[in-house]
C-alpha cells in the first residue's frame, strides 16, 4: 500500500509538471513594449467624444455639446452643430462612424441625445459629407433608444463593418428594466443596415429584431474584425461598470448579465451567472473597482512590434492608455502608458495610417493626440 501510494504522489507530481510545462509552451511570451512618441495635434476642445480618419488624412470627430468639425493640415475647421442635440451630463453629441463604402458615398453616422416632444431620446442619423464639407441629406436611422433628461448613461458608440452593417453600442438610462427587456433599445448592442433595417444574424423573438446582443450597462466603445473570428466573435467591446467590473466583452450574441435591480440598486455583479447561468463572461474586466474604460481598438500593422492586434482602452478615472493582449479569448497580458500625462482619455482609434489618436475628455482645452511608434 505504502509503494501504491508513493507512485501515485510520483506520477500526481509528474503530471503536474507537465501541465505546467504545457502551459508555459502554450501562453505568449512576455510582449516588449514598443517605443512611441506623443504629439498634440489639437488643443482647445471641448469634450472631443469620438474620431474618424478620413481618406485624406484628416480627422472627422464630434464634441460632446453639439458640434461636429475636422482637423486638417494643422487646423481645427467646424463643419456643423448638429439641430436638436442635447447636451446634458453624459449624453450629447457622441458616436461617429464613417460608411464602409465613404470613399464613394460620403456616408457618416452620428449618435446623439435629443428631446422629442418632451421625451428624451438617443437617435442615429445618417448624412452625407460633401466634398466641401458641409453636411446633407439627413435620415433618421434609429430613434426611440431610451435616455433620461440629465443624459446619465446614454451609450452610444457606432462602428460600421466591412459588410456595410453599423453596429450600435446603447446605455441602459439607468433604468432598471431596460438591459434585459427584449423589446428595449436601451442596455443592448444593435445591428442594421444603412437604412436602420434590422441585420441578419440578431436575436430572434421577442427581441426587437435590431437587437445583437443585451445585458449591457453602458457601452463605450466597439471594434470589429474584418469577419468572424473561428470562435464567432466579431469583435470586441467596451463598457463602464457599476463600482466594480468595467467590461470588455466579446462580440456574440446572448446575454451579458447586467440586471440592476429596481428601483436600479447596482449592487448586483455586472454579470450576472448566478441568475443567467448561460451569461457570457468578460475576457477582461477591472476587478474591484472602475477605472471607467471607454474608446476601443485594435493596435494593427507591424510597427506595434509585440503589441500588434492588441486592444487599446482610453481610461477616464484612471487617466490612462490601457493595452490588452489577448490569448485565446482571455486577457493574457495588459499595460498601462501615458498615466497622468493627458488626464482623461476617452476616444482611442486607430488611423488609416497605422497611428493611433485618443480624444482627452478633461471639459476644458480638451486635446487630440496621436501615438506614434518610435522607428
Known sequence: MKQNATLFRHSLARMMLLTILALTILLPAQAALPAFETEVIATGLERPWDLAQLPDGSLLFTQRGGALSVLREGQVQHIADIPGVAARGEGGLTGLALDTDFADNRLIYLAYNTQIDGVPEVRVTRWRLSETLTLEDPVDIVTGIPAVSGGRHSGTQLEMGKDGT????????????????????????????RDGVPAEGNLLAPFDPRVFSYGHRNTQGLTLFDAPDEHGSWGYSAEHGSWQEDEVNRLVPGNFGWAPRPTYDESVPMTDTRRFPDAVVAVWNSGPSTIATSGLTRLLGAHWGDWEGALALGVQKGQHLRLLRLYEGRAAEEAVLLEGQFGRLRAAVLGHDGMLYLGTDNGRDDKIIRVTPAQ
Open 166 to 193: 453599423l453596429w450600435i453600442g446603447t446605455g441602459d438610462a439607468a433604468t432598471a428594466n431596460n438591459p434585459q427587456d427584449p423589446m428595449s433599445l436601451g442596455g443592448k448592442i444593435l445591428r442594421v443596415t
